[in-house]
């Protein structure tokens, strides 16, 4: 148990439907992560938060829209994704960010994501 | 910019084998950080270690133990007498002043048969 809990744990979706990823954590932490983890690549990090600010966007398509409306909660929402997003998303937590000297990330279960 | 190389895609040793997991890394800042973690099949990163830059003490947790070697620019981790509770997938991930995310490796998939 990292204290940083992610649902739903699996999602099916079609390629018109729109959905969203929920993260929260209750660690005290500033900072909340989107990483993307496909079959075979590094992770992929894809956006960040520092105290609700959004101050990454790692070129991610417009089909991915982040949202934080506090410092324990994240959303990642959905719409017109592509088979080729499905992926294992993972949501993470450190005390803040940038920079971020030694302090490691927390991370969630994950919520496996698969477009049809 | 800042990369970590993890050289080793699938390692498969049998229990109580000992095994060594390669991370090379890259990067210009002088102060940095290194990790290691874990992926167990429910998917979490279990956090395993956390390295600076200036403290290349090799660090030893019961079964795990790291060397960090600063002028090979490597951190590898060994595992000794493995077991079938040690099959993962680990992460070597790096952090520096001027890019303060993890940038993490590929991942090496560890199987562990008994």
């Known amino acids: 148990e990292t204290g940083v809990t992610q649902t739903p744990r699996h999602l099916v979706m079609g390629m018109t439907n729109k959905k969203s990823l929920k993260c929260e954590q209750h660690?005290?932490?500033?900072?909340m992560y989107w990483y993307k983890q496909s079959a075979k690549k590094p992770l992929e990090l894809m956006f960040v938060?520092?105290?609700?600010?959004?101050?990454e966007n790692n070129s991610v398509p417009s089909r991915f829209s982040p949202e934080c409306p506090n410092s324990s909660h994240l959303f990642l929402h959905l719409h017109t994704l592509q088979p080729e997003d499905s992926a294992l998303y993972l949501c993470?937590?450190?005390?803040?960010?940038?920079?971020?000297?030694?302090?490691?990330?927390?991370f969630g279960q994950g919520t496996r994501l698969t477009v049809v | 910019a800042q990369k970590v190389t993890q050289a080793q895609t699938e390692i498969s040793v049998v229990e109580k084998e000992d095994v060594t997991l390669d991370c090379v890394y890259e990067?210009?800042?002088?102060?940095?950080?290194l990790f290691w973690y874990k992926q167990p099949p429910s998917g979490e990163l279990v956090f395993l270690i956390r390295?600076?830059?200036?403290?290349?003490q090799n660090e030893i947790s019961g079964r795990y133990s790291w060397n960090f070697q600063k002028s090979t620019s490597s951190f590898n981790f060994t595992i000794t007498a493995s077991q079938v509770v040690d099959s993962a997938v680990y992460f070597c991930?790096?952090?520096?002043?001027?890019?303060?995310?993890?940038?993490f490796g590929q991942g090496t998939i560890l199987t562990v048969h008994p």
């Open positions: 938060y520092n105290f609700k600010e959004q101050t």
């Open positions: 660690l005290g932490h500033n900072a």
């Open positions: 390295r600076n830059s200036f403290d290349e």
């Open positions: 993470a937590s450190s005390p803040q960010s940038a920079p971020l000297l030694g302090t490691e990330a927390f």
């Open positions: 991930a790096l952090s520096g002043t001027s890019y303060g995310k993890l940038t």
């Open positions: 990067t210009r800042d002088t102060t940095y950080y």
